[in-house]
């Protein structure tokens, strides 16, 4: 966003340009820091979401189905702006290691829950924001392999989500199979929309937008006025 607003006249005349790319490269080095490259990790190449707090102090969220976002609005726009390849080196680790785990199960786990050792069991609809991550470096690079890798993750993860209104499920139980009915809401349903929306810039007009659509038409159908 502040890569973004860098370009905005108002924003020049403000502020000092090398100040905020300084600022940003900052935040960038954050998420660097905090991808995991732990040997024989399970969610290696995920990044730190969430620290959430516990009685005794807080607890790390590794985002297995939740980091491509920082590929998408973070890494990317970073490498854009600066030239630096550390950014783009992150961002291809975790595109690998996550097609590696997506190969390997039927869908991929929401969270790693680091301090635990262990998959969360409950995946959230808002994990099908995550192609954007793939969508960022297929529209740098123009490699087919980003949109391919990302088309196997959502299709995996329609699979057990999507529903023919196109609403998505609420959440997926990935150990017992069980899933929570839609719980309409804009929140998860929107995350699950961008998702489809960046499908679709991988593979235009296609079922993606067309799930899109049904979705949006639904929860517009329904606001109240």
Not at 68 to 86: E, N
Not at 179 to 199: D, I, K, N, S
């Amino acid at each position: 966003m502040v890569l973004d607003a860098m370009k905005v006249p108002e924003i020049q005349d403000e502020y000092n340009k090398a100040e905020l790319l300084e600022a940003v490269e900052k935040i960038g080095r954050v998420y660097l820091k905090y991808q995991v490259r732990e040997k024989n990790h399970p969610s290696k190449g995920s990044f730190l979401v969430i620290w959430s707090r516990r009685h005794t102090g807080y607890t790390k969220w590794v985002g297995t189905s939740d980091s491509g976002i920082i590929i998408r609005w973070a890494l990317v726009p970073l490498f854009q702006a600066t030239g630096d390849s550390s950014y783009l080196e992150s961002a291809l680790y975790w595109h690998d290691e996550k097609e590696r785990m997506v190969d390997t199960v039927e869908i991929l786990p929401h969270f790693h829950m680091y301090d635990d050792d262990e998959f969360s069991a409950r995946i959230l609809d808002e994990t099908g924001w995550d192609p954007e991550g793939h969508a960022a470096l297929f529209e740098l690079t123009g490699k087919n392999r980003f949109r391919e890798s990302g088309r196997k993750y959502m299709d995996k993860h329609m699979k057990v989500f999507q529903r023919e209104d196109g609403l998505w499920q609420r959440s997926h139980d990935w150990k017992t199979g069980d899933t929570q009915e839609t719980a309409r809401m804009v929140r998860g349903c929107g995350w699950a929309m961008e998702g489809l929306l960046a499908m679709n810039r991988m593979y235009p007009d296609s079922i993606y937008l067309d799930y899109a659509r049904r979705m949006g038409d639904l929860l517009a159908a329904h606001q109240q006025p």
